[in-house]
């Protein structure tokens, strides 16, 4: 394909948690981005959960920033309420049609007072509540909506489908409304395509047995998470929904519409409803002050992830109660809540009250996105989820397509976050030549140098049409203003943010030599960026720039007392204008960016990263301790899709080793770290000296050595990795063995490794197959504890017992016991199901030993990261920033950072490389603004900045004195108020800035 | 029962040996004060003036607030508070270790002027010690020996590490420790209404002069520009008003917490006799209570406020 | 009921109650107008210092407000922020001040509803408390009416 | 001028007399308590080594408001101030030590002088009568006679009192002492002789000071640049306790402090013990380390004030700073450093 054919825009379909992580990502790395959603908002799925396991994050806090860079970006076009109608083209140009729908709201205009929701007279229900409450027909998606624009419901409009009423448009201040609003169609040109289409609930109402449809109290997952959503119909009371009485006993049912073929056709595990089931009874019984007893029906317990061992642990010892059984029956009582009839272990049927009981229902693919599928040419499987394969997991089937998120296969919010920046990175692959061809920047003029001045501040008070001045006397705040110290102009404005009234602050900053500004409006959450934009444009340094927020913390929630609410938004005023006065211009500096990566460890993870890294036109250098590269990957044999992981690895190292752009040193470690983001300068023990931008960690892990099952005493005890290596040599004993026992959690979810492997399953579902397809005679016995072949993998364990391997389960107390006469192995265990104890004398015994971290203190420490208590590298945020450490310009990848399968393991290494080349892609990087600085005059050295410091932004220097790396810090101001003299400070919110509100406060 | 000359003597000859070897380039310790029961910090160089170092029962100052930004090797003649006080400093970069070198000096308290002028009115011309037990006081045509047990400072009447577990040599066996800081005091005031405890906290500081000497004889109390003294912007009026004077308390409490060793110097040093400590012990109760810790009692620990647990208890936050 | 209208100084952070009181706003939640809020970047930022600036100049109440602990976007701010808080919470308490004049919450961005209540709960009971009489600095003896 | 004599019977009504019209302050308290306040003409101790503080606060208080001003635009006269100094009554002090006498005629002459009068000292001082104590049995920490002052000294005094068997004598000193006296119930006597063996007994009891001259004939500079001062100040914590309790220590510094409805400028006492003292609006501090602070405390009292004040040492020998001090810097072995050549005084 011709360089001057590729087109470096790409479209990102799907606004939730994926297609926003792959649009921030490609737009960071120098490519334009049209993101269309079909909904009025971003934000998707995440929007509406309340809490996030495992760390039980407010979902809305974490997204809500997202959202707003999302919004805000420049090089990101936001295609709301918009579907896509064709793809043509291949690789590198394609042509795409879009439908954008009516709005019937000018979003130029709306300016999101809810004027018109409140005179709205028609009332829909709310699907982001689950329909459990009603909205108007003229609504946001959810408040934190982004953009921030109000939507009609055409079909619900009394206007619109009647021709009556109108009152929107009556009251709408800004003049946003219009009816006559038509659909639209516009193509556009992008060199590749994400999808991220997302998945729906799957809705139980024609699943006659769970009365999801004729009982009140029978309500779905996420309905639930509604109910203890903050923002949800009840506020996050929990409600019985027939009378509004709050639950004492309740129940999960999991696995409904999942790992089922009789009633739902869905094979597949959904991966999240055990842990989503968890989290939703721990929060409710947070809520309900712990007195409601909860329990929650299963089949297996399947917390594979990160800390999900630990949350499950949690949870029993919270004392909600995991009953092992597929719930038969639900019957509705006559008034509230409902019987649940199930058999127990042993057989023992049973029937339970519950005033409550919630469905853990899976993940499905919509329709539409089946639709959407075939439209594009999209191969799916059987379950409708787009086909990629272990080595390739976000490339779609059609070349120039890739995938992440649900799309393709189900998986929780990391996994899609790891995957949508890996599919930035594949889709980006081949449009290096047409990178910054696209985006925009942002030209302002150099600011004017202030300092010395003494301060002139300009204050404008906002009326924001009515939402303000019907409130607060704005004009007594304007003269109230102008007697203000330092103030040289104060006058009301409509709209302080419309366009005219931001030409109009831009003359009055050049025409009144003003030198601080003042804006007293809504919040600077929303609007601060865009007024640092108007001083940046007259000439101003974007820092003298203060606003009270006067409308949101004021006249919208002081409507009845304006007295003294205009008394408030006069003190705010104040407050805005003493901080303003101290103000200073604050510098931005720009720092060398080394375009090169280090890249520590050479699995599989490693060159993976490597490889993506030079698919986007950077070095880099892979540092590798052992003498070969391919880590654990040399000793697998297929992966659970079946391919041959030999056959890849070899064309993966010979990729590597013709590759200009990586330098492979094997035999070698990190020795000594000096530098930060941008300019890292790693010396390794050859001695050899690398200067790089970024630093990827892909240390990998290994597997554990068990002590137990004979394991070392017998030679026909071996490990699954050792398994695989008899398998790929074509072993005698694999051969030869007639019965096989294959045991599963060696050293896995124990007191003194508390997590789950992850792979274990998947991959042993994967051997025993194999085996039986070989030699269909030969007996296999799974002893496991909870079988997590989560996602398709499922398929693999139905498979696995179709063929008739045998699955026995075990619990901790009753392990399996090993013994050996003359040479053979015997096994005993007590099947719990029939309560009988078996024998069996297998011929070979393969252990699942648990994967153990390589707990690489002193290589984190010399990175300046972390790791958890079990020696795993610790990122910076668990849910949305599964690959970045907290400390700038560093990442991480594969098993470094928790077990998983090889195709988790490559999106990781996708995905680490595409968050690097965000740094990598600018040159330059600015830094400073709002950061910390020391005067090391007051400096004692004591080092409790240092300590404090999330970031590692603080360092002692050669004088023993504090000192700040303006490119590591992120302006949180612990180091300043942890310092007991004062030695820190940070700037935008100086000790004395926020005295001087204080005391203007008061 | 040591005598003071035999453990005076083994500070001189510890000293003199540390001084020969290159070990310590000075030795920080005590020596007589010049009127009855005071004692002088002694800064030896030279072996001969190892002779001046005395150990006594008035050796009040914590000599570990001589060691902050210190440079080259020095040995400190420590009690237990006062080697804790050094371990502190070496965990928060005042001193490196291995320029310390702390002469361990198993304590048996310290004895409080206050107290003994209370016990003997009349004008005291003259001290005998020769044991860390009792003491003899002497003026016109009298002689008072006065058992130390009854004097001793309120620290050192709780002090529960009277020996410098840590020290790199001990001067002399072991002292038991008293019965801990059992705060009963503290835990007594807190059960009073809220209007007498604020009473009590201006009660106790109306007297004080804005001296700053608890903090200037305070081994914690290192920073190059103490908060009173910051300017821009002014914390603290220089008034003797009565908030602002709260208000140093309060943040020097804050200041010392988790780190302070109970040393007492700072209510030594105070020339209006404040309790002053009793800001401190506040903050150390809560401390312990909730991060159970200790300053000083070990080389590696992280003082609590330079880190967290994420199950940090605090029930009040709503 | 007083009519006294009790003078409060809240510290919220940025990212989660600055943002729930934006969204009380948006959702129109009222709430009694008695507090000002300092917005920080995080509590982390809140310097013990700055409670102690408001009682000294005369606040009757103070009212700190962040991300619930794991929430925070600086990922440890409010961890620290939070052993402070109980050193001040028990200082302050200990030595007289009544614990209902000097508040703290957690509050995400998402809860609007905590955030009124809060606010009401927070109003109420400084108001409850009286006038702070003690725990301040005492007017200026200006003597300047005469002059002017 | 002749002595007069107060019978022990008497007392009552000599201390009513001193008190008709005027406020009295006498020693209050023992120990750390003890200090000057009004607390009745019947309430008047006469057994007391000396106060706590020195009297200085009478006169010189720690904090004391200058000024008031205010900006409100809205007032006809927007920026206006009031001098808010100069409270002072007619008051009589007994029971000053002569120490602390000879301290306030030292701070006199800094605070009123042919070049500058402060207002605010002044009126005190000039309306407050100085009866002293005369020392017949000093403490173990006095040296009043090694600094040139006496334990029956008078300077600084209107009327010096001494206790003398069944009564109390009188010496006054001023006119205006005399004056006052003479109001009372006081008898002249002639008690010349009684005074002169009371001081010889008590000078005798402090001991013989060293002879402070050398540092007299020193050249300043050789005082100044004299290599023992790192030596000296190492101990020192700079807690400036010695300067708060030193009766002739009289820095201040003026501070404003501002609400919304105007501002108070005022004083305070300041120490030279303190970083802050001396630190320039650029940062730059003159005395940047103890060492310098310290130099200039006890060259101040022993060197400066002299030179400025006819020979008078600023140090009386009240022995305040020995015992105050938490770590026994003892004035007068710096003095005797002082007087060191240099080579010696380095050890």
């Given at each position: 394909m011709a360089s001057h054919n590729v087109v470096g825009a790409v479209l990102v379909a799907g606004g939730g948690v994926a297609g926003m992580q792959a649009a921030l990502d490609l737009a960071n790395a120098g490519y334009y981005v049209y993101m269309v959603e079909k909904s009025l908002a971003i934000g998707g799925r995440m929007s509406q959960l309340d809490k996030t396991f495992p760390t039980n994050d407010c979902s809305m806090c974490i997204i809500s920033p997202k959202l707003v860079e999302v919004g805000r970006h420049i090089n990101v076009e936001l295609l709301t309420l918009t579907d896509i109608l064709s793809i043509n083209g291949t690789e590198g140009n394609f042509t795409v049609t879009v439908r954008k729908n009516p709005r019937y709201i000018d979003m130029s205009k709306c300016i999101a007072c809810g004027e018109c929701t409140k005179k709205c007279p028609s009332k829909v229900s709310n699907n982001y509540n689950e329909n459990l409450d009603n909205r108007k027909a003229i609504y946001v998606q959810y408040a934190q909506a982004v953009p921030l624009k109000y939507g009609i419901d055409a079909e619900k409009c009394l206007k619109l489908t009647k021709g009556k009423c109108g009152s929107c448009k009556k009251v709408c201040p800004a003049d946003a409304v219009n009816y006559d609003d038509k659909p639209e169609e516009a193509t556009f040109k992008v060199g590749s395509v994400i999808l991220a289409p997302g998945f729906a609930p799957y809705k139980p109402s024609d699943f006659e047995t769970y009365r999801y449809s004729d009982s009140k109290d029978v309500i779905t997952a996420l309905e639930f998470e509604r109910y203890l959503g903050a923002t949800g119909p009840t506020m996050g009371e929990v409600v019985r929904p027939s009378d509004g009485h709050h639950p004492t006993k309740m129940a999960f049912l999991q696995c409904v519409g999942s790992r089922d073929i009789n009633r739902a056709d869905n094979g597949y595990c959904s991966s999240v409803c055990c842990m989503y089931a968890i989290k939703e009874a721990l929060i409710a019984k947070e809520h309900s002050g712990g007195k409601l007893d909860v329990?929650?029906?299963?089949?297996?317990?399947?917390?594979?992830?990160?800390?999900?061992?630990?949350?499950?642990?949690?949870?029993?010892?919270?004392?909600?109660?995991?009953?092992?059984?597929?719930?038969?029956?639900?019957?509705?009582?006559?008034?509230?809540?409902?019987?649940?009839?199930?058999?127990?272990?042993?057989?023992?049927?049973?029937?339970?009250?519950?005033?409550?009981?919630?469905?853990?229902?899976?993940?499905?693919?919509?329709?539409?996105?089946?639709?959407?599928?075939?439209?594009?040419?999209?191969?799916?499987?059987?379950?409708?989820?787009?086909?990629?394969?272990?080595?390739?997991?976000?490339?779609?089937?059609?070349?120039?397509?890739?995938?992440?998120?649900?799309?393709?296969?189900?998986?929780?919010?990391?996994?899609?976050?790891?995957?949508?920046?890996?599919?930035?990175?594949?889709?980006?692959?081949?449009?290096?030549?047409?990178?910054?061809?696209?985006?925009?920047?942002?030209?302002?003029?150099?600011?004017?140098?202030?300092?010395?001045?003494?301060?002139?501040?300009?204050?404008?008070?906002?009326?924001?049409?009515?939402?303000?001045?019907?409130?607060?006397?704005?004009?007594?705040?304007?003269?109230?203003?102008?007697?203000?110290?330092?103030?040289?102009?104060?006058?009301?404005?409509?709209?302080?943010?419309?366009?005219?009234?931001?030409?109009?602050?831009?003359?009055?900053?050049?025409?009144?030599?003003?030198?601080?500004?003042?804006?007293?409006?809504?919040?600077?959450?929303?609007?601060?960026?865009?007024?640092?934009?108007?001083?940046?444009?007259?000439?101003?340094?974007?820092?003298?720039?203060?606003?009270?927020?006067?409308?949101?913390?004021?006249?919208?929630?002081?409507?009845?007392?304006?007295?003294?609410?205009?008394?408030?938004?006069?003190?705010?005023?104040?407050?805005?204008?003493?901080?303003?006065?101290?103000?200073?211009?604050?510098?931005?500096?720009?720092?060398?960016?080394?375009?090169?990566?280090?890249?520590?460890?050479?699995?599989?993870?490693?060159?993976?990263?490597?490889?993506?890294?030079?698919?986007?036109?950077?070095?880099?250098?892979?540092?590798?301790?052992?003498?070969?590269?391919?880590?654990?990957?040399?000793?697998?044999?297929?992966?659970?899709?079946?391919?041959?992981?030999?056959?890849?690895?070899?064309?993966?190292?010979?990729?590597?080793?013709?590759?200009?752009?990586?330098?492979?040193?094997?035999?070698?470690?990190?020795?000594?770290?000096?530098?930060?983001?941008?300019?890292?300068?790693?010396?390794?023990?050859?001695?050899?000296?690398?200067?790089?931008?970024?630093?990827?960690?892909?240390?990998?892990?290994?597997?554990?050595?068990?002590?137990?099952?004979?394991?070392?005493?017998?030679?026909?005890?071996?490990?699954?990795?050792?398994?695989?290596?008899?398998?790929?040599?074509?072993?005698?004993?694999?051969?030869?063995?007639?019965?096989?026992?294959?045991?599963?959690?060696?050293?896995?979810?124990?007191?003194?490794?508390?997590?789950?492997?992850?792979?274990?399953?998947?991959?042993?579902?994967?051997?025993?197959?194999?085996?039986?397809?070989?030699?269909?005679?030969?007996?296999?016995?799974?002893?496991?504890?909870?079988?997590?072949?989560?996602?398709?993998?499922?398929?693999?364990?139905?498979?696995?017992?179709?063929?008739?391997?045998?699955?026995?389960?075990?619990?901790?107390?009753?392990?399996?016991?090993?013994?050996?006469?003359?040479?053979?192995?015997?096994?005993?265990?007590?099947?719990?199901?029939?309560?009988?104890?078996?024998?069996?004398?297998?011929?070979?015994?393969?252990?699942?030993?648990?994967?153990?971290?390589?707990?690489?203190?002193?290589?984190?420490?010399?990175?300046?990261?972390?790791?958890?208590?079990?020696?795993?590298?610790?990122?910076?945020?668990?849910?949305?920033?599964?690959?970045?450490?907290?400390?700038?310009?560093?990442?991480?990848?594969?098993?470094?950072?928790?077990?998983?399968?090889?195709?988790?393991?490559?999106?990781?290494?996708?995905?680490?490389?595409?968050?690097?080349?965000?740094?990598?892609?600018?040159?330059?990087?600015?830094?400073?603004?709002?950061?910390?600085?020391?005067?090391?005059?007051?400096?004692?050295?004591?080092?409790?900045?240092?300590?404090?410091?999330?970031?590692?932004?603080?360092?002692?220097?050669?004088?023993?004195?504090?000192?700040?790396?303006?490119?590591?810090?992120?302006?949180?101001?612990?180091?300043?108020?942890?310092?007991?003299?004062?030695?820190?400070?940070l700037r935008g919110f100086t000790n004395a800035g926020l005295f001087a509100q204080i005391a203007s406060a008061l | 029962m040591p005598a003071l000359s035999d453990i005076n003597s083994?500070?001189?000859?510890?000293?003199?040996?540390?001084?020969?070897?290159?070990?310590?380039?000075?030795?920080?310790?005590?020596?007589?004060?010049?009127?009855?029961?005071?004692?002088?910090?002694?800064?030896?160089?030279?072996?001969?003036?190892?002779?001046?170092?005395?150990?006594?029962?008035?050796?009040?100052?914590?000599?570990?607030?001589?060691?902050?930004?210190?440079?080259?090797?020095?040995?400190?003649?420590?009690?237990?508070?006062?080697?804790?006080?050094?371990?502190?400093?070496?965990?928060?970069?005042?001193?490196?270790?291995?320029?310390?070198?702390?002469?361990?000096?198993?304590?048996?308290?310290?004895?409080?002027?206050?107290?003994?002028?209370?016990?003997?009115?009349?004008?005291?011309?003259?001290?005998?010690?020769?044991?860390?037990?009792?003491?003899?006081?002497?003026?016109?045509?009298?002689?008072?020996?006065?058992?130390?047990?009854?004097?001793?400072?309120?620290?050192?009447?709780?002090?529960?590490?009277?020996?410098?577990?840590?020290?790199?040599?001990?001067?002399?066996?072991?002292?038991?420790?008293?019965?801990?800081?059992?705060?009963?005091?503290?835990?007594?005031?807190?059960?009073?209404?809220?209007?007498?405890?604020?009473?009590?906290?201006?009660?106790?500081?109306?007297?004080?002069?804005?001296?700053?000497?608890?903090?200037?004889?305070?081994?914690?109390?290192?920073?190059?520009?103490?908060?009173?003294?910051?300017?821009?912007?002014?914390?603290?009026?220089?008034?003797?008003?009565?908030?602002?004077?709260?208000?140093?308390?309060?943040?020097?409490?804050?200041?010392?917490?988790?780190?302070?060793?109970?040393?007492?110097?700072?209510?030594?040093?105070?020339?209006?006799?404040?309790?002053?400590?009793?800001?401190?012990?506040?903050?150390?109760?809560?401390?312990?209570?909730?991060?159970?810790?200790?300053?000083?009692?070990?080389?590696?620990?992280?003082?609590?406020?330079?880190?967290?647990?994420?199950?940090?208890?605090?029930?009040?936050?709503? | 009921m007083s009519d006294f209208e009790p003078k409060i100084v809240a510290f919220f952070c940025n990212w989660c109650t600055y943002g729930a009181a934006d969204l009380a706003g948006v959702s129109r939640l009222d709430y009694p107008p008695n507090f000002r809020v300092v917005r920080l970047p995080c509590t982390g930022r809140l310097n013990p210092k700055f409670i102690m600036e408001a009682f000294k100049r005369g606040a009757d109440g103070v009212w700190i407000s962040g991300c619930h602990p794991g929430d925070c976007h600086y990922i440890a701010g409010n961890y620290h922020a939070r052993r402070k808080f109980v050193l001040m919470h028990q200082l302050l308490e200990s030595i007289g001040v009544d614990p209902n004049r000097l508040r703290f919450s957690w509050i995400s961005s998402a809860e609007a509803n905590k955030f009124q209540a809060m606010a009401r709960d927070v109003v109420e009971h400084v108001k409850a408390c009286g006038p702070n009489t003690t725990f301040r600095k005492e007017d200026l003896k200006l003597g300047l009416a005469e002059v002017a | 001028m002749p002595e007069y004599l107060v019978k022990e019977s008497g007392l009552k009504e000599f201390f009513q007399s001193l008190a008709n019209g005027r406020h009295l302050l006498t020693p209050q308290g023992t120990g750390d308590k003890c200090k000057l306040e009004e607390a009745g003409p019947d309430k008047v101790n006469l057994d007391y080594s000396n106060t706590h503080m020195s009297p200085k606060s009478a006169f010189f208080p720690q904090s004391e408001n200058l000024m008031a001003f205010h900006n409100k635009s809205d007032k006809p006269n927007p920026f206006v101030y009031q001098d808010l100094g100069d409270k002072a009554q007619p008051t009589v002090i007994f029971g000053i030590r002569p120490c602390d006498a000879r301290g306030l005629s030292i701070s006199n002459r800094v605070f009123q002088n042919d070049r500058f009068t402060d207002p605010y000292w002044k009126g005190k001082y000039e309306q407050t009568i100085k009866i002293g104590l005369a020392c017949a049995s000093p403490s173990p920490q006095c040296f009043c006679a090694a600094m040139g002052g006496s334990p029956y000294g008078e300077l600084g005094l209107d009327v010096l009192a001494f206790k003398v068997e069944g009564g109390l004598g009188l010496k006054p000193v001023t006119a205006q002492g005399e004056e006052l006296i003479k109001q009372t119930n006081a008898a002249q006597e002639d008690l010349a002789q009684e005074i002169k063996k009371q001081e010889a007994k008590a000078i005798e009891a402090q001991g013989v000071g060293t002879d402070l001259k050398p540092i007299d004939d020193k050249d300043l500079m050789e005082l100044f640049q004299d290599p023992h001062w790192t030596a000296t100040a190492e101990n020192c914590l700079n807690c400036g306790v010695c300067t708060f309790f030193c009766p002739t220590c009289h820095c201040f510094d003026i501070q404003d402090e501002q609400s919304e409805q105007g501002g108070i400028r005022m004083r305070n006492w300041d120490t030279c013990m303190s970083w802050l003292f001396t630190v320039h609006g650029t940062g730059h501090n003159p005395r940047p380390s103890k060492t310098e602070r310290v130099r200039q405390r006890f060259m101040h009292k022993l060197k400066y004030i002299p030179l400025k004040q006819d020979g008078i040492r600023g140090c009386t020998g009240c022995g305040r700073c020995v015992v105050m001090c938490p770590v026994n810097i003892d004035i007068r072995e710096v003095a005797l450093k002082m007087c060191q050549p240099p080579a010696q005084s380095q050890a």
């Open positions: 329990s929650i029906f299963y089949m297996d317990i399947r917390t594979f992830g990160k800390d999900f061992e630990r949350y499950y642990e949690k949870a029993k010892a919270a004392g909600i109660k995991f009953i092992r059984s597929r719930v038969h029956t639900v019957r509705p009582e006559p008034k509230n809540g409902v019987k649940i009839g199930y058999v127990g272990d042993g057989g023992v049927a049973s029937e339970d009250y519950f005033d409550l009981a919630v469905l853990s229902h899976g993940l499905v693919i919509t329709p539409d996105t089946k639709a959407l599928s075939e439209n594009l040419g999209i191969q799916t499987d059987h379950y409708n989820f787009a086909k990629t394969s272990t080595f390739a997991p976000v490339a779609l089937s059609r070349p120039g397509f890739y995938g992440c998120g649900v799309y393709t296969g189900p998986k929780d919010i990391p996994s899609s976050v790891m995957e949508a920046s890996a599919a930035a990175a594949a889709a980006t692959s081949k449009l290096t030549p047409a990178r910054s061809t696209l985006t925009k920047v942002i030209n302002v003029p150099a600011p004017v140098d202030v300092t010395g001045e003494p301060p002139r501040v300009g204050v404008f008070v906002c009326r924001c049409g009515i939402n303000i001045a019907s409130v607060v006397d704005v004009e007594k705040v304007v003269e109230f203003a102008k007697t203000l110290p330092f103030v040289e102009y104060a006058a009301v404005t409509m709209f302080a943010c419309s366009q005219d009234s931001q030409e109009k602050i831009v003359s009055l900053i050049k025409e009144y030599r003003l030198n601080r500004i003042v804006v007293s409006a809504c919040s600077p959450r929303t609007h601060e960026p865009l007024f640092q934009e108007t001083l940046a444009a007259a000439g101003l340094n974007k820092y003298l720039y203060e606003m009270a927020n006067i409308r949101n913390h004021d006249s919208w929630v002081h409507a009845n007392n304006p007295v003294e609410a205009t008394r408030k938004a006069m003190d705010m005023t104040e407050m805005a204008v003493a901080k303003a006065a101290l103000l200073v211009p604050l510098k931005e500096n720009v720092i060398d960016v080394d375009p090169t990566a280090l890249v520590i460890g050479g699995g599989v993870a490693g060159l993976n990263a490597a490889l993506t890294l030079s698919s986007q036109g950077f070095k880099s250098v892979i540092v590798e301790k052992e003498q070969r590269s391919g880590g654990n990957a040399n000793r697998i044999h297929s992966t659970t899709k079946g391919e041959d992981v030999a056959k890849y690895l070899e064309s993966l190292k010979n990729k590597v080793l013709d590759d200009p752009k990586i330098t492979l040193v094997l035999g070698s470690e990190v020795d000594k770290v000096e530098g930060y983001v941008g300019n890292f300068a790693t010396t390794l023990t050859t001695g050899e000296t690398v200067k790089h931008g970024v630093t990827i960690i892909a240390t990998g892990a290994k597997e554990h050595k068990p002590t137990e099952y004979l394991y070392g005493q017998n030679n026909k005890v071996v490990t699954q990795l050792e398994f695989d290596e008899m398998i790929k040599s074509d072993d005698d004993a694999v051969r030869n063995s007639k019965t096989f026992v294959f045991v599963q959690c060696v050293g896995s979810r124990e007191p003194e490794r508390m997590y789950c492997s992850k792979v274990c399953c998947g991959h042993t579902a994967h051997t025993a197959v194999e085996l039986k397809k070989k030699n269909p005679g030969a007996r296999i016995f799974v002893l496991y504890r909870d079988m997590r072949t989560y996602a398709q993998k499922e398929d693999l364990y139905k498979e696995a017992r179709d063929l008739g391997v045998i699955f026995v389960r075990y619990t901790l107390e009753n392990k399996p016991k090993f013994s050996e006469a003359d040479g053979k192995i015997k096994v005993e265990i007590l099947d719990p199901v029939s309560g009988l104890r078996l024998l069996i004398n297998p011929d070979m015994a393969i252990l699942a030993a648990a994967i153990v971290s390589g707990r690489e203190t002193e290589l984190a420490m010399k990175y300046k990261v972390p790791l958890d208590e079990d020696g795993w590298f610790f990122e910076a945020h668990q849910k949305l920033r599964p690959v970045d450490f907290a400390t700038d310009g560093m990442f991480l990848a594969g098993i470094a950072h928790y077990p998983k399968p090889m195709d988790e393991v490559i999106a990781q290494a996708q995905a680490a490389a595409a968050r690097a080349v965000t740094v990598l892609t600018q040159p330059k990087m600015t830094v400073g603004g709002i950061v910390a600085e020391i005067n090391q005059a007051k400096c004692s050295g004591c080092g409790v900045c240092v300590a404090v410091c999330p970031f590692s932004a603080i360092s002692l220097d050669e004088k023993g004195k504090s000192v700040v790396n303006e490119a590591m810090c992120k302006g949180c101001g612990n180091c300043a108020s942890s310092c007991r003299s004062d030695a820190p400070s | 083994k500070i001189r000859e510890s000293a003199r040996k540390l001084l020969a070897d290159g070990r310590a380039e000075v030795v920080i310790g005590y020596r007589q004060g010049t009127v009855p029961m005071t004692t002088s910090p002694m800064f030896a160089r030279k072996p001969a003036e190892c002779d001046q170092l005395i150990w006594s029962n008035f050796a009040r100052i914590n000599l570990a607030n001589y060691l902050p930004g210190r440079p080259g090797k020095v040995a400190l003649v420590a009690k237990g508070c006062d080697a804790r006080s050094a371990v502190g400093q070496v965990t928060e970069n005042q001193i490196l270790k291995d320029n310390l070198y702390i002469i361990g000096v198993p304590c048996t308290g310290m004895i409080d002027t206050n107290l003994v002028l209370a016990k003997e009115t009349r004008p005291i011309k003259e001290l005998v010690e020769t044991t860390d037990e009792a003491i003899t006081v002497k003026g016109e045509g009298f002689s008072t020996e006065i058992n130390k047990a009854d004097v001793l400072r309120r620290n050192c009447q709780t002090c529960a590490n009277r020996t410098p577990k840590l020290a790199d040599e001990l001067i002399g066996p072991e002292t038991p420790g008293a019965n801990p800081d059992d705060f009963a005091d503290i835990k007594a005031l807190l059960n009073k209404t809220p209007d007498e405890r604020m009473a009590y906290f201006k009660d106790l500081i109306k007297d004080c002069l804005r001296c700053y000497a608890c903090r200037n004889a305070c081994p914690l109390c290192y920073c190059p520009i103490c908060f009173v003294d910051e300017t821009r912007p002014q914390w603290l009026g220089k008034s003797t008003d009565p908030m602002d004077t709260l208000t140093f308390h309060i943040l020097r409490g804050l200041h010392c917490s988790g780190r302070c060793t109970s040393c007492g110097a700072c209510e030594t040093a105070c020339p209006v006799n404040i309790k002053v400590r009793e800001f401190n012990r506040v903050t150390e109760l809560t401390v312990q209570n909730n991060w159970h810790y200790e300053a000083g009692q070990s080389w590696d620990q992280k003082p609590p406020l330079t880190m967290f647990q994420t199950d940090d208890q605090a029930d009040f936050i709503k | - | -």
